[in-house]
């Protein structure tokens, strides 16, 4: 019940019109998968790729970086759905229009991010960063 209001909570949020999900796996500890994990929920430039159905990897992968989280990029892949873009720190051919309409025609977006330095492992939901957000929160003051 608990995992169901947080996501009706996130899928509600002003604006929002996807809801994503990231899981990260694969680190020390729950606390690194956890930090990954915020950074990219919190990422405005993830959340504007989304909106904008940009497949945009390097978005993501820039958000783990700045994470506080030590990792080399071989120790990093990225599945966005079941797209595999990133793999152990090499870019993966894809095909951006598959990618960009599964951004489009989904409501709901996954993010997959498998480090492979342990087993700490943290799921977080977010919501995309779109124009009717800034209209809802530009319109008035506090």
């Known amino acids: 019940m608990c995992t169901e209001l947080a996501r009706a909570i996130v899928a509600d949020a002003e604006g929002a019109s996807h809801l994503i999900t990231i899981d990260v796996e694969g680190l020390r500890d729950e606390n690194e998968a956890g ?6 929920a919190d990422s405005a430039l993830v959340k504007t790729a989304i ?3 940009d497949p945009n990897w390097g978005r993501i992968v820039s958000a783990a970086g700045y ?18 873009l ?3 720190g090499t870019p993966q051919p894809f ?3 598959t990618a960009s309409a599964y951004l489009k025609n989904n409501r709901e977006v996954h993010l997959r991010l498998r480090f492979t330095l ?3 492992r943290c799921t977080m939901w977010a919501s995309d960063l779109t124009y009717e957000y800034v209209r809802l929160n530009a319109d008035y003051t506090t």
Do not use: I, Q
């Open 118 to 120: 342990g087993t700490g």
């Open 51 to 53: 909106f904008g159905a």
């Open 95 to 97: 095909d951006a229009a």
């Open 35 to 40: 930090l990954v994990a915020r950074a990219v």
């Open 67 to 84: 994470a506080g989280v030590m990792f080399e990029e071989e120790h990093l892949s990225l599945w966005m759905g079941d797209m595999l």
């Open 86 to 88: 990133y793999h152990e």
